[in-house]
Nanobody
Framework: VQLQAFGGGLVQAGDSLRLSCVVSTRPYSSWVMGWFRQAPGKEREYVGAIRWSNGYTYYPDSVKDRFTISRDRAEYTVYLQMDRLKPEDTAVYYC???????????????WGQGTLVTVSS
């Protein structure tokens, strides 16, 4: 199983950006697709997840009013819509797969390669 994340780039504060994560095979209904980010010099941070089966989404308080996760079942793709971006959102963003809902990176067993998002002030 391979995950390919793309869509990152350089944006200004207040802009929006949508990241995509394509899964190479049909996801199992039990899978949870998560998004994480890691800023330079900081630990990896959970930014949300979606259940592949029913589309239920989960977010940490830090991003829940600005980030939205969705999926396209036909395209095996998960999206991370990021609105009102801030400079502190600058990070490499990763998508990953877990067998159940979790905000811990150690619970995810497939990872994409990451895509860099840079937000200028």
């Amino acid at each position: 199983v391979q995950l390919q994340a793309f869509g990152g780039g350089l944006v200004q504060a207040g802009d929006s950006l949508r990241l995509s994560c394509v899964v190479s095979t049909r996801p199992y209904s039990s899978w949870v697709m998560g998004w994480f980010r890691q800023a330079p010099g900081k630990e990896r941070e959970y930014v949300g997840a979606i259940r592949w089966s029913n589309g239920y989404t989960y977010y940490p308080d830090s991003v829940k009013d600005r980030f939205t996760i969705s999926r396209d079942r036909a395209e095996y793709t998960v999206y991370l819509q990021m609105d009102r971006l801030k400079p502190e959102d600058t990070a490499v963003y990763y998508c990953a797969v877990a067998g159940g809902l979790s905000n811990r990176g150690s619970e995810y067993f497939y990872w994409g390669q990451g895509t860099l998002v840079t937000v200028s002030s």
